[in-house]
């Protein structure tokens, strides 16, 4: 059973505009992260957070950016999106191992 | 920088025949890393198929099985017979630092009935 919940599934949006989706987790973890899936199935990290200490990989681009209200609660902004940043987002949670949630397909047109 | 390279897919298998996706790493931050396959069945979300953190150990789950061979650097995935269940996309991946992972580029799997 997911135990990662991340809302829309799907999203399209036009280049420029701001997206966000969000993440929770039930799992009572305390570490979060966020993967992206590209066009070619790559799946890299991009962000983990653990205890209000973000950890970004040095090659996400600055316009996005992590948001999280508490340890359950993991989200991703994008502020202006590119065509290149269709993917599909991956939300994860980990203690011992890592739980990822279905994922948000995000369509840049 | 530390990496992982998987069996290109995709793969076809015929119902009951033997399965094995080769898995090869790369660590350099870190010099025996966790070890994970992580599978996608259609239509769902990636789940931990099965894990290794001990060199030398052999993890199994549903029928299949994985090797830790550090002379190798390989984690490759078997199973003697495969179902058309097991059809999905598999992925092979490494932890570098506490729950970051790193992933092939992972393998689709056909089952032919």
């Known amino acids: 059973e997911t135990a990662v919940f991340q809302t829309p599934n799907y999203h399209v949006t036009q280049v420029g505009n701001e997206v966000s989706f969000n993440c929770k987790q039930t799992l009572g973890h305390d570490t979060m992260y966020w993967y992206k899936q590209d066009s070619k199935k790559l799946l890299k990290i991009m962000f983990s957070y653990n205890n209000k200490q973000l950890i970004v990989n040095e090659t996400v681009p600055r316009r996005f950016s992590p948001q999280s209200s508490d340890k359950a609660h993991l989200n991703l902004r994008i502020k202006s999106v590119e065509p290149e940043d269709s993917a599909v987002y991956l939300c994860?949670?980990?203690?011992?191992?890592?739980?990822f949630g279905k994922g948000t397909r995000l369509t840049v047109v | 920088g530390d990496s992982v390279t998987q069996t290109e897919g995709p793969v076809t298998v015929s119902e009951s025949e033997s399965l094995i996706i080769n898995c090869t790493y790369s660590?350099?931050?870190?010099?025996?890393?966790?070890l994970f396959w992580y599978v996608r069945y259609p239509g769902e979300g990636l789940q931990l198929l099965l894990k290794?953190?001990?060199?030398?150990q052999k993890g199994s789950s549903r029928g299949f099985e994985a090797t830790y061979n550090k002379e190798t650097t390989s984690f490759h995935l078997q199973k003697a017979s495969v179902q058309e269940s097991d059809s999905a996309v598999y992925y092979c991946?490494?932890?570098?630092?506490?729950?970051?992972?790193?992933f092939g580029q992972g393998t689709k799997l056909s089952i032919k009935p």
């Open positions: 994860a949670s980990s203690f011992t191992e890592v739980f």
């Open positions: 290794v953190i001990t060199a030398g």
């Open positions: 991946a490494l932890d570098y630092n506490q729950g970051k992972l790193i």
């Open positions: 660590a350099t931050s870190i010099a025996y890393p966790n």
